[in-house]
Structure formats: C-alpha cells, structure tokens
C-alpha cells in the first residue's frame, strides 16, 4: 500500500492524537491551530512546522506525488496515513528534510492496485504538509498530513525513486448568500442527525463543526469525517464550485441518513421480538412460581396430568404406551415455548386420540344381515353370499374361540380375523353402496378412501416426525375419525394408483392388504405397531390389469357384472325412482313409470353396464314433470314410452337397427367386445381394392389385435382352396380392415374369429345372417381358443338385440355364470374351428365360386 488511513473507523484519528497528546483542532481547523502556534510564539521545530495557504510563498514547479489507497485528502484538513512501500518511505524521507515539508496527495483509481503508476491515479489531488511523522516498530511511518490546497497534475516528470510530477494549482469558486449559508446549515444539520445515529462519532467533534462559518471549510470537514464512497470523495474534491460541493455533500448525507435510520428501525424491532420473547418467558416464570406458593398447577402441568390420563384411558399396547410415556417425559421437562414442545404434544396427541381399543359390536344375526342386503340392493348374489360367509365363520369363531385355541400348535401362523375384498366391475353397478349396505348389515361403522391419483408413498404410511407439518397416512386418519378399530374400511379406485419419484403408494399398500402383516402395520409417523386385522377391507376397482400382480394376490376377487334388462327395471323401480322422486320433491302419486317406458329409456337412452345414467335420465323426466306441475299445467304424470320420447328427445341409440342396416354388406361382422364399462358390440368391417397383396389395419388396433388379424388373414390364405377363393386372389388385392369408433384404443385376442369371418365374407360376398354376433381367438391351424369376459359380453349382445352368439367350446361353462333369462331369449353355437364359425354366420353363396384345384363352395359348407 502506498498510503491510507490506518484504520476503517471515525476515531481512529482522535485516538491518535490522543496517544500523541495532542489536540482536536489539528484534524479539523487547520487553520486554527496554525493561529494559535503564531499568537503563542511557539516553535516545535522542523518536524511539526504548519505553514497556512497564504505562507506557501512560492510552489516549487515540481512536487513529488504520493499515491494514496482509498482514502481522498482535502484541503483544511488533517488527516493521518500509514506509509509501507519502500518507495514512499523513500519519499517521506526526502521530503522531511526540505523546508515546507510539501507533497501531493492523489488517490489511485483502484485502491486494490499495489503500486499504482502514473495513468493510474485521478488528475486532481491536494497539496499537503507533513505535520507529524511517527516511525513504527514494524518499519512503517504514520503520519499526519494537512491539506493546503487543490492541484491539477500536468505531465509525470519521474517514476523512480518515488513518482514527481509538473503540477499546477485549481483555485476554487467561492459563493456566498443566503442558498450557500441554508447549504451549509443543512450539511452540519444533516451531520448533527448523522452522528445522533452514530455513537462513534464524539459530541464535540459536532459541536465544533456546527460553530463553522465558512462554507467551503464545512464541505472539506464533514466530508473528511463521514464515511463516503472513493468515488463521491473524489467527485466533491475535483468540483469547483463551493455550491456544487455543498450540493454534492447534502445528497450523501441524506442518503446516508436514511439508510442509518432504516437500520436502526430494522434493530429495535429485532430487539422488540427478542424482548416480548423474553418478557413472555419471565412472565411464564412468574405464573409458575406464584401457582406453586398457591398450590396450583400450571399450564404445562395441567397439560401434562392430562395426557397421563389419557394414556391410561386409550388402553395402548405395550410398546405404544412405552413410546408414549417416554415422550411425554421428555415434554414434561421442555418449556413451553420451545419448538420441539409442540412437536412432542401433537405426537401425543394423535397417539392417545387413535382407536387402540374401541370397537363395535357385530351383529352377527344372519338373517338380519340378509335382510338388509336384499333391502339395500337387488341382485348381487355372489357378494351377499360372501358377507353371510363371512358373517357366519365369525359367529361360529367366537361362540367356539376356546376349542379352537386348544386345536391349533401352529405356533407361527396366527388365525386370521379379518378379510379383504375385492370388487372388480364397470362404473354404476353399486360396488360403493355395496360397502355401506355391509356396514349397515354388520352394524359397524363405514370408512371411505379414494385412491385415484393417490402418487405418494406416504399418503399411505404417512411422513417421519422429522419434517414440519408431518401426520399420519390416510389409513390411520381414517381410523381416528372413525373412533373403532374395526370399521369396514372401503379403498375406492385402487386400480387407478399411480406411483412416481415419491414412491409406489401400491407397494405401500401390500403391508396394510396382507393378513399376515397388518397386524403389525407400522406408520411412518408413530413408529409404533397398530393393529389392522379387525378392519373389513373392501377394494374397489374398473379392471384388474392394472392392478399390480403382488397386491392383487392379497385380495379376495368378487366380480360385479353389469344388469340385465330385468334386473335394472327391478332396481328402477325398487331404488331409483323413489330417489329421484324424493330429491325433486314430488309426491309418489304425482309421477309414475311403466315397465314399457323404463325399458324404452333402458334400450334407447342408455348403454352401460350399470344404472348411473338410467338415474339421470329417470331424473330428468322428474324435473320436466316437475316444473309442469309447479307451473299448474299438472298435477300428477304417466310417463308411458310416447312421454318419454316427447320429455327426453330423439333416441341416442338404435343397435336393433344399426347392425341389420351395416351387416347387410359383405364384410361387415359384428363382434363382442370386454371394457372396463361392460361388454360391448364392435364392429369389423373390411373392403378389397386392386394391388398387390397389400393389407393393413386402423382403428387404434393394439398390438395384439393387429397379430390377431394378420393370423386371420394367414388361415384364410392358407385355406383359399377350401373356402372357395380363388387361387390368384390374393396376388392381385390389397385388403383394409377397419375397426370403427377409431378414438376407443382396442386390443386383444378375442376378435380373431370376427376378423376371420369378415374377411371371408368379403372375398366371398357371403353377409352374415341376421342377429348374430361372435367372439373367440383362432390360431394359425383354424383352432377357436377360449376367450374371458362371457358374461359381460353376453349382457351386451342382449342389450343390442343379438339372437344367435358363436363361442368357442371350452368357453360353454361360463354360460352358467349368465342371467337365464338370457340364456332363454338368446341361441349359442359352440365352434371348435373356423369352419365351425364360418358355417353358422354366413348366409349361403348365391352363385357357387370354383377354383382349378377345389371343390365348389356350395358342397364345401354343405
């Protein structure tokens, strides 16, 4: 460094007078002091020799250049550096030898730059005498140094030993009347309210600048005491003009004020939130000891007693109590106040609340039971008959419970008390009511969870007590509103869980759905083992394929197909008109539906497997009754078919009509198709176009599909001859087959006999007999494979209208699973090959096609 100040405070340079015994006015009234040395006659010798502007006689032409380091000199001040380089020492040395002890003074641009050369200092500097030199012991000089006056620096006339340069002076613009004086006064104002923020700065420091007259000396002054940035120091420096400079000061110190006032403000709210902590916490203090001379007890140990008591009421396991207790230890010797305080007491609090022993009572009346299922819904036989299972093993267990527990020495495998359904079928079929109707049945209480879009590991486990805001997962929440341990808990859409970087909530799931396991489920958040074996779990689910493979092996499935025709003209009138008539506020006699009307919604207003849209429909014939009624155009309805095509508008569907208008052209074969909604009707079509052994198929075919319809096409190539194609129609053809509907992804096996007989009655102009319909997977060798979903299929064809349904052989026992009454309106062809399915879907040909090797067609299929 070549020179600065030596310290980064305001009173480091009056500590150094005061080391050096001297006084206040040689920082800053220069001129002063230089006064007071002639008026007492005192000489100290050449060393502390002062001389006044006006005593400099005469400049010498060159002066050499002292770089300074952060710091600006003004004139009419004193201000103190330390010298270390070996070049300014050199140049302190010189100059403390020659008579006015004279040196320029000029900062450096950059005050990081070690040894600043010549195009690296500012052009204006001060020239300045040396007042006091002072040698340190660690070979440094610190010296005090008065500005005398501004110079403008001409040429560098020498770099070495030390810097010189040609310089000349900068008189300064000196202003006087009334703007320059209330200038100045807002300066030393400004200073006064500066220093009043600043305990640094001394009183009489203030008092002695508020008492200048001259302004340019105010500038010089307040600008040497007050922290300014380099930059700002040397611009008030380089102007001028003593207006400029006032105008120049009053703004930094504004903005200095400001700033010094915001920070204050931004302390004493600091110190407010300490002290009201503070004062709360000695006030705690205070209330403790007057309830102790009192003989009460305090909050906290009010809490405290009543969390014990709690403990001792919720009847916890072992090592849930241990936990408990230990944790309540640990509150009990905590303040209040403290963060960890309201962790520990919300932990407490959802470990006393949960239901470690409280339970129903079931009712295990079995006809009771049957009574209220056949209340709740209609049909259902499969599950009802579960329940009563279920309801039966557990009255047989309990009134046998000590002759079991002498038979068993199986001393690893516990006996298994709960149980976990699964219900798997389309939307609308009742599998949530179904959950209530059991609740109602058993006389427990009924838990409802949703899992659709559920991605989180810990909505199920919940989250480690170690991050803010943690809880239980959604099984023991539910359990605490519940208030039972052994409600019937219904997990709705488990087959829509998803799982991304915050983890599998389905492998999550494996734990709470195995009886094996569940009776030690542990949360994440109360570490501690629950019992789950006394919940009735009920799933829900659309479809069983996206289900993973583990968690679907800890489930009982039961599956739910769709209604029949009677079955939801049975449920129409038993449930949903009652409802619908109740939630519109008609009175049963104002409103009636025929069976001709409910079957004219059934077919023409409704395609599903269950009721849901049969309910809407059936709501808004009560609406429209409604507001004729409450209009007074009348007071009660018959909805007979002819009404309810007037109240619900055209007819959405006409399958009757649909599929004899498009099986009517060759190629064209309607198919049973499985979805997760039901069974359904898809159509194949196909057409032929001159090419080249070109095939391809669209309609947002899978996969699997696509495999299924190139094996179509190979048998039928293959077996050209035997059909009664001609050999050389293949080479010459190109064939598109078309699955419509193109926006519903299709896939699977169980189109391949459709796909075959479409193609055959295309090459072959055979259309397909009316009302039939077909399902089935063929092989390349002609074979028909066995396909699922029978029964929701044969539903679908009924509702379509279908007569005649081809099936593969293996697949004639599942007709057992089927409504009879079904079965009676409906004809079953069982086929064991194409030709099988070929015979009894095609009309005969018209006009027998030969071919050069085979047989005609006609005494083929005879």
Request: proline content about 6%; hydrophobic content about 40%.
């Amino acid at each position: 460094m070549s020179a600065s100040r030596w310290h980064s405070g305001l009173l480091e340079p009056f500590d150094w007078l005061q080391e050096n015994d001297s006084s206040l006015d040689e920082l800053f009234l220069p001129s002063i002091f230089t006064r007071l040395q002639k008026k007492e006659g005192q000489e100290k010798g050449p060393e502390k020799t002062v001389p006044a502007e006006g005593e400099v006689s005469k400049l010498p032409e060159i002066i050499p250049i002292l770089p300074l380091r952060g710091v600006v000199v003004f004139p009419q001040t004193a201000v103190p550096l330390t010298i270390g380089q070996p070049r300014s020492i050199r140049l302190v040395d010189d100059v403390s030898v020659t008579p006015d002890k004279l040196v320029g003074l000029v900062a450096a641009r950059n005050p990081d730059l070690e040894n600043p050369g010549p195009a690296d200092l500012y052009p204006v500097g001060t020239i300045a005498s040396v007042h006091r030199l002072f040698r340190a012991p660690d070979n440094t000089i610190r010296l005090l140094v008065q500005g005398l006056m501004r110079f403008r620096l001409v040429e560098f006339t020498s770099e070495e030993p030390y810097l010189q340069a040609r310089v000349e002076i900068a008189p300064e613009l000196v202003e006087t009347g009334l703007e320059i004086d209330a200038l100045a006064r807002t300066a030393r104002d400004q200073f006064d309210q500066i220093s009043q923020l600043t305990p640094s700065i001394p009183r009489e420091l203030v008092a002695s600048i508020t008492q200048l007259e001259d302004p340019l000396q105010t500038v010089y002054t307040i600008a040497n005491f007050q922290r300014i940035e380099l930059r700002d120091a040397q611009t008030i420096l380089e102007l001028d003009s003593t207006r400029s400079k006032l105008e120049k000061l009053v703004d930094l110190l504004v903005r200095e004020a400001e700033v010094l006032q915001l920070g204050a403000k931004i302390q004493n709210e600091a110190r407010s939130g300490i002290e009201k902590v503070q004062r709360e916490y000695f006030l705690r203090e205070q209330m403790k000891a007057i309830q102790k001379e009192l003989g009460e007890k305090d909050e906290q140990a009010v809490e405290v007693e009543e969390f014990h008591t709690k403990i001792e009421a919720a009847k916890m396991p072992e090592e849930a109590e241990k936990m408990a207790r230990r944790e309540l230890d640990r509150m009990s010797r905590l303040p209040s106040a403290a963060a960890e305080y309201g962790v520990i007491r919300t932990y407490l609090d959802w470990l006393v609340s949960i239901p470690w022993s409280k339970a129903t009572d079931d009712n295990l009346d079995i006809a009771h039971a049957r009574q209220v299922l056949d209340q709740d819904h209609y049909g259902l036989e499969d599950v009802k008959e579960r329940i009563l299972e279920f309801l039966a093993i557990r009255k047989l267990r309990l009134e046998r419970k000590d002759e079991t527990r002498k038979a068993s020495k199986d001393l690893i495998r516990r006996e298994r008390e709960g149980v976990i359904l699964c219900f798997i079928g389309p939307p609308g079929v009742g599998k949530t009511s179904l959950g209530q109707s059991i609740a109602r049945a058993m006389e427990r209480k009924f838990i409802r969870a949703s899992l659709g879009g559920v991605r989180d590991e810990a909505e199920i486990r919940g989250h480690r007590r170690t991050y803010i805001g943690a809880m239980p997962g959604r099984i023991l929440q539910s359990l605490r509103r519940a208030e039972s341990r052994n409600p019937v808990f219904m997990l709705d859409e488990i087959d829509k869980l998803t799982f991304d970087f915050h983890g599998d909530p389905a492998s999550a799931l494996l734990e709470v759905l195995d009886p094996e396991q569940n009776v030690e489920f542990r949360d994440n958040y109360l570490e501690v083992a629950y019992d789950l074996s006394q919940v009735f779990f009920i799933t829900t689910a659309n479809q069983l394929e996206t289900i993973p493979s583990p968690l679907l092996d800890r489930m009982e499935i039961i599956h739910l197909s769709g209604y029949t025709e009677t079955e939801k003209i049975a449920i129409a009138k038993g449930y949903l008109i009652p409802r619908q008539v109740r939630e519109n506020s008609l009175h049963p006699e104002e409103v009636s539906f025929t069976r001709d009307a409910l079957k004219t919604i059934i077919n023409e207003y409704t395609r599903e497997a269950g009721v849901r849209n049969l309910e809407r429909k059936i709501g808004a014939i009560c609406r429209k009754v409604g507001t004729r009624i409450a209009e007074g155009k009348k007071q009660s309805a018959k909805v007979t078919p002819k009404a309810a095509r007037e109240l619900l508008g055209h007819p959405i569907f006409l399958e009757n009509e649909e599929i004899d208008t498009r099986t009517s052209i060759p190629g064209v074969v309607p198919g049973l198709a499985w979805t997760p909604f039901g069974g359904d009707i898809l159509f194949i079509e196909a057409t032929r176009m001159d090419g080249a052994k070109g095939f391809q198929v669209t309609g947002s075919v899978g996969n699997v599909m696509q495999e299924s319809a190139r094996a179509a096409l190979s048998y039928v190539r293959s077996h050209a001859g035997e059909i009664g194609i001609p050999a050389d129609f293949f080479e010459k053809t190109d064939i598109h087959l078309h699955i419509p509907a193109g926006s519903q992804p299709k896939d699977g096996p169980s189109a391949g006999v459709t796909i075959a007989t479409a193609l055959v009655s295309l090459i072959s102009g055979r259309p397909i007999k009316k009302g039939v319909s077909m399902t089935g997977e063929i092989t390349l060798r002609g074979q028909v494979m066995p396909v699922g979903g029978i029964k929701e299929k044969m539903l679908a064809a009924h509702r379509a209208g279908i007569k005649t349904v081809i099936l593969p052989k293996r697949n004639q026992l599942d007709l057992e699973d089927v409504p009879k009454e079904i079965t009676k309106e409906m004809a079953f062809v069982f086929a064991g090959s194409v030709n099988d399915v070929l015979k009894a879907a095609l009309e005969k040909p018209i006009r027998p096609v030969r071919t050069k090797k085979s047989k005609p067609a006609s005494q083929e299929n005879d």
